[in-house]
């Protein structure tokens, strides 16, 4: 059986929902860990049943170590400083052989079993950004991604896990220092400084905006008739970063190219799901909005007097999300690069 964690809080519920459903049609066999980061998805999530699913509450997780460290962390700094000691809590309380966390903006296309199969004896398998040229970020956001990590609970598998999360306790910002730059910087000097470190080579893992640019797709011929293939691998899992849902309902798609057979057999099927999945909890919890929507009216009328780099670093965290959302607008503003759903 596959093991598989991840956490999010209610602004991510549609997309880790729609990550469970990605699991339920692609992997007969497996078990997901979700660590629910405030207590409205932590309801929600124990309310409804979901197959091959344990919810862990964030009171039941958290320890005096991330506690120590909780204030000084924005709500995301916080989340990237706890996704090794994710792992480590499934590990060491269901007594798991291997755990594997993944983003939870993920969607599994075809089984991920080949990339656990493809690890063979190593302990851990860590999956490259595989950047295009035109978007390498590799010095500043590092050459591998969280995205989909597997730790085996081995000897050698628990030195890298205690070593990162050490490391996150130590330094986890949403910015470049130093050679570091969040929780996943730290991951560019495991095959150099750890034994059993095994890169993933399948083009199939980690599909993403940034690395579209370099393959070609097509559908596969009968009886894969719905099999998407990279440069004629199955597509195993896309990486949806960045995907941000406008109050024009219009989704941001992060500034990149993207070709028009992703946007067609792949965002456009996603951002359906997410609708669709966020319609029917706002059914169920009035009110609620698991999308976070940005609403462009009110940050386009946020008189930005400041340097937004330099804004961004003094305000309090209390206005972090709406500087993040001040940040995604002028970002938008400069690409135009979004889709609706047709």
């Not at 490391?167 to 986890?172: L, S």
């Not at 034994?195 to 690395?211: E, F, Q, S, Y």
């Not at 070709?259 to 997410?274: A, N």
Request: aromatic residues 14%; proline residues 4%.
């Amino acid at each position: 059986m596959l093991n598989f964690c991840t956490l999010f809080n209610v602004n991510y519920l549609a997309k880790g929902l729609a990550l469970h459903r990605s699991l339920l049609a692609n992997c007969s066999d497996f078990h997901l860990y979700i660590f629910a980061f405030d207590d409205e998805t932590h309801r929600i999530l124990s309310e409804n049943t979901l197959a091959y699913t344990t919810i862990v509450a964030l009171a039941d997780f958290e320890n005096a170590k991330l506690l120590s460290v909780k204030s000084d962390r924005s709500v995301g700094e916080y989340c990237w400083t706890s996704t090794p000691f994710t792992i480590k809590y499934c590990l060491d309380t269901y007594g798991l052989d291997h755990c594997t966390y993944l983003d939870a903006d993920l969607q599994f296309y075809s089984n991920p079993k080949v990339l656990i199969d493809e690890m063979g004896d190593n302990s851990v398998l860590i999956t490259p950004h595989n950047y295009h040229p035109k978007y390498d970020a590799s010095a500043i956001a590092g050459i591998y991604c969280v995205q989909f990590l597997t730790i085996k609970n081995t000897t050698a598998g628990l030195k890298v896990l205690n070593w990162w999360a050490q490391a996150c306790i130590k330094w986890c910002y949403a910015r470049y220092e130093d050679g570091k730059m969040g929780d996943q910087k730290y991951l560019d000097s495991w095959p150099y400084m750890f034994d059993g470190v095994h890169i993933c080579h399948d083009v199939g893992a980690g599909l993403a905006p940034w690395n579209l640019l370099n393959y070609e797709y097509t559908l596969a011929p009968h009886p894969e008739a719905h099999t998407i293939l990279v440069d004629k691998d199955p597509l195993i899992f896309f990486h949806f970063h960045d995907l941000q849902y406008l109050s024009n309902d219009s989704w941001y798609i992060g500034g990149y190219d993207v070709p028009d057979f992703v946007s067609k057999l792949i965002y456009q099927p996603y951002i359906k799901t997410l609708l669709g999945l966020n319609t029917q909890l706002q059914t169920q919890y009035p009110g609620i909005d698991t999308l976070r929507t940005i609403n462009i009216k009110a940050v386009r009328d946020f008189d930005l007097k400041f340097k937004i780099g330099s804004y961004v670093m003094d305000v309090k965290k209390s206005s972090r999300e709406f500087i993040t959302d001040v940040l995604y607008l002028n970002r938008i503003k400069h690409y135009k690069n979004y889709i609706r759903v047709k």
